[in-house]
């Protein structure tokens, strides 16, 4: 793409880039007591304070050139900045591997509703021809039943994919992302 028309688009979309043409993601911290989870092991992680103003800002996470965060901050030191780096990464490493799960168990949860749909279906033509005319009001009933089933597939299969493949996407923009520490100017 043009250099213009990503810069075009980035301003449409008020995103300051990098050299890179990397989506800056600017993160100011002036205590950095609660930046870290007090509940990690063994791999620092951030805090769910932390993760969720990442979050806030869906149009950077998802710009397709890549990602800079930049930490800017007085507080942390020298020592503290590779921790950090690492604390961000994982804690979206673990979110990918949640979404994708959670992508893998939706497409098996739409395979069987959409199963379930057709079996109601079946049913439906297999009653109507034994019973023909008796089954009345049954017979949209399990209709009913049945569109519902299919429709619920349709929807956690393609509707719900979208919502999953962006917080993918974010999750690995965010693993992928140049993370740079400056000092704060007054």
Do not use: C
Request: proline content about 1%; glycine content about 2%; hydrophobic content about 45%.
């Amino acid at each position: 793409m043009k250099q213009e028309r990503i810069e075009k688009i980035a301003k449409k979309l008020k995103i300051k880039l990098d050299d890179e043409n990397r989506a800056i993601l600017n993160l100011k911290i002036s205590d950095d007591s609660n930046f870290l989870s007090p509940y990690y092991y063994d791999k620092p992680i951030i805090s769910n304070d932390v993760a969720s103003f990442i979050n806030l800002n869906k149009a950077i996470l998802l710009w397709k050139y890549g990602l800079t965060i930049n930490i800017i901050s007085d507080v942390i030191d020298k020592d503290e900045e590779e921790t950090y780096k690492n604390a961000i990464k994982h804690y979206y490493e673990t979110d990918l591997i949640h979404n994708k799960r959670t992508m893998k168990r939706n497409y098996i949860l739409a395979l069987i509703m959409f199963i379930i749909g057709v079996l109601v279906f079946s049913l439906m033509f297999i009653l109507d021809h034994f019973f023909a005319n008796s089954l009345g009001l049954w017979k949209e009933v399990i209709d009913v039943v049945a569109w519902v089933f299919i429709w619920e597939s349709v929807d956690i299969a393609f509707i719900e994919k979208i919502e999953n493949s962006n917080l993918i996407k974010i999750s690995n923009n965010i693993i992928n992302s140049k993370i740079i520490f400056s000092k704060m100017i007054n």
